[in-house]
C-alpha cells in the first residue's frame, strides 16, 4: 500500500523528534559549559515549531484528498505524543539553562493521562475488536496549550504568565482524559451489549 502525502507529512514529523531532543541536550551542556551555543536552542526552537505545523498540515492533507488511513490514524497521534512528551521531559528538570522549567507535577499528570488512555484503548481493542476515538475540542485544547507551554519555555518569555499556562493546559489535560475515560467506559458497554 503506497503511503499518502499526509502520511508522509507524519513520517518526516516523527524523524525530527530525535533531532529535536539531540538539540536541546546539546543546548543544555553548552550551558554547562559556559559556552552558551544560542544556535542549538533557536534550531531545537523551529523544529519543534516545524512538527506543530506540520500536524495541522498532515490533517488538512488526509481531509482535503479524502486521504485518511488507518497508518495515519494511528501515526499521527503517536507522533503528537512523542513530540510532546520528549519536549516535557526535556524542559521539566529546574536548571539555568531555561528561565522557566514545568513543575513535575505537571509532567506527572501528562504521562499518567497518556498511560490511562493508551491501557484503556488497548483493553476496548481487546475486548471489543476496535476502539473509535471522537476528536474533543478539550483534547485540541489540551495539545494546543501543551505546545504553548513548551514554547514559552524554548522561547524564554516571561515567566509571570507560565504558571497561568501550566495551570490551563493541566486542566485541560484532566478534562479531555476524563472525555476520553468516558468515552471509552461506553464502547465498552456497547461492546459488551451487541455481544449478548
Known sequence: MPLTLANKIT?????????????????????????????????????????FLLDA?????????????????????????????????????????FECSLPPWFVVVVISRDIILVGGALIIQHLVGSVLVRPRIAGKGTTFFQAVVILWILFGLEPRFFSLLVGIAAGLTFISGIQYIIDGIRQLEKGSNSAK
Request: glycine letters at 4%; aromatic letters at 10%.
Open 57 to 97: 498540515l498532515d490533517g488538512y492533507f488526509a481531509r482535503k484528498r479524502n486521504e485518511i488511513s488507518k497508518l495515519g490514524t494511528l501515526l499521527d497521534p503517536l507522533t503528537d505524543k512523542a513530540m510532546l512528551l520528549s519536549a516535557l521531559i526535556l524542559l521539566s528538570f529546574p536548571s539555568n539553562v
Open 11 to 51: 513520517i518526516a514529523r516523527m524523524l525530527l523528534i530525535p533531532l529535536f531532543i539531540i538539540l536541546v541536550v546539546y543546548f543544555e551542556k553548552s550551558v554547562a559549559r559556559n559556552e552558551t551555543a544560542l544556535i542549538f536552542r533557536w534550531t531545537a526552537t523551529g523544529i519543534f515549531l516545524i512538527i
